[in-house]
């Protein structure tokens, strides 16, 4: 591991989320030094699917050689968060460095993420990362070494990023908004403001939930390559600000050359973490691949015959072939609004096709918005295609091309209907 250099002895760490994870382990890295440590999480009493309270943490950070202040704190409240850093600054006179680590995480489609989720995530991460960061304002500018270090993600617009959980990117982007923002504000304030996010999935106990058991370890980094990273950027200078720093790269930077330590199984495949180039399919793929389920990017709900609708769609599936999948080549979304409103999609393009409720697992060429009963009418023959398209009961997005071969398929339904 990264050595300590005694940089942030007699610093205060505010740290939020730290009772367990990454944000456990940077406490404990800071307290190595003989750091102050106020840990602010929400986790008071033990939970058999979370591990660690604000005081278990507090008791490995004093044995580390730090002083820990257990702080029980929903940062999502700003009375909550008010009275944390009351509490820090009576205890340790003033706070030097704030990690904005806690976060909440639901990686599920639109229709699939309750509101009381939504705000949820947004409510800790956006909101929190801002309340956190405004709260302890004061004593960083009182602070010869104020620091801010949010544990959030590059700022990657692309699609493939907000494609099955919008709400979560969304909420994750906002802590890096923070950092990317406060940087700039603060800069003249001689506060420094970075964000820090891994090259690869580190094993936690959210982690593990999300892919799908304790094996998932095989295929993580350990959580001290991130608390590693942190350290070296906490003692950095003041200039050393607005960074989108990732972790294997920070401590290339600072001469460390052996990632191999930080693997919780030396020699393993390790899984690329979200936000960066590797998109969020393929990270599925080398989850399944390794025996585990992955609590994300589920398979597509099968096809129900249990409605007119359904009925369409059971009988496209039960005529897709190989070769109509070579001779269509195509993959087609169908938004449907009225009586049997949803969406569901047809997949000409891999191997002998596939049918399934919801947003197509690939890139759709075609997409079709109409009405349930319109659709059912068209697929029955009552209703041409491009008759509903010229009444503007039929909406057609893409490949206009691939469009029109759904229509050869249309005709070889009817005697099914």
Not at 344 to 372: L, N
Request: glycine share 10%; hydrophobic share 45%.
């Amino acid at each position: 591991m990264a050595a300590n250099t005694g940089k942030l002895a007699g610093k205060t760490l505010f740290i939020t989320g730290a009772s367990r994870g990454i944000g456990k382990s940077i406490a404990l890295k800071a307290a190595r030094d003989g750091a102050n440590i106020v840990i602010a999480a929400k986790t008071a009493t033990p939970n058999p699917k979370l591990p660690g309270t604000i005081y278990t943490a507090a008791q490995e950070v004093e044995a580390a050689g730090g002083k820990a202040l257990p702080c029980l704190v929903d940062i999502r409240f700003e009375e909550e968060v008010e009275k944390a850093v009351k509490d820090a600054v009576a205890k340790f006179g003033g706070i030097d460095i704030l990690v904005n680590n806690a976060s909440a995480i639901s990686l599920t489609g639109t229709a699939e993420t309750s509101m009381k989720k939504y705000d949820l995530m947004m409510g800790i991460n956006g909101r929190g990362t801002y309340l956190c960061s405004k709260v302890c304002l004061p004593y960083l500018l009182k602070s010869s070494h104020g620091r801010i270090l949010n544990i959030s993600p590059p700022l990657n617009m692309n699609k493939k990023w907000f494609k099955g959980h919008v709400a979560y990117t969304m909420a994750k982007y906002g802590m890096s908004m923070c950092a990317l923002g406060m940087a700039e504000e603060f800069k003249d304030m001689g506060i420094a403001v970075n964000a820090l996010w891994p090259r690869t999935a580190i094993y936690t106990a959210a982690m593990a939930m999300l892919g799908g058991g304790e094996e998932i370890a095989a295929q993580c980094r350990k959580p001290e390559i991130m608390a590693d990273a942190a350290y070296w950027i906490l003692s950095q200078g003041k200039d050393y600000t607005g960074n989108f720093a990732i972790d294997d790269e920070v401590l290339n930077a600072a001469g460390v050359r052996d990632m191999e330590q930080y693997a919780c199984v030396p020699g393993s495949n390790l899984l690329p973490d979200f936000f960066l180039d590797v998109g969020p399919e393929a990270l599925k793929s080398q989850i399944e691949a390794g025996g585990l389920k992955p609590a994300f990017g589920g398979a597509p709900k099968a096809v129900q015959a249990d409605s007119v609708v359904g009925k369409v769609f059971k009988q496209i599936e039960a005529m897709m072939s190989e070769d109509m999948v070579k001779s269509i080549n195509g993959v087609f979304q169908f938004n449907l609004t009225g009586a049997n409103a949803g969406d569901w999609f047809v997949d000409f393009k891999t191997g002998k096709g596939q049918v399934g409720q919801g947003a197509s697992p690939g890139e759709a060429g075609c997409t079709m918005i109409m009405d349930s009963a319109d659709f059912v009418k068209m697929f029955a023959g009552e209703l041409k295609p491009t008759t509903a398209f010229m009444m503007g009961k039929l909406k057609i997005k893409g490949d206009m091309a691939l469009a029109m071969k759904l229509e050869k398929l249309m005709i070889k339904m009817r005697s099914n209907l």
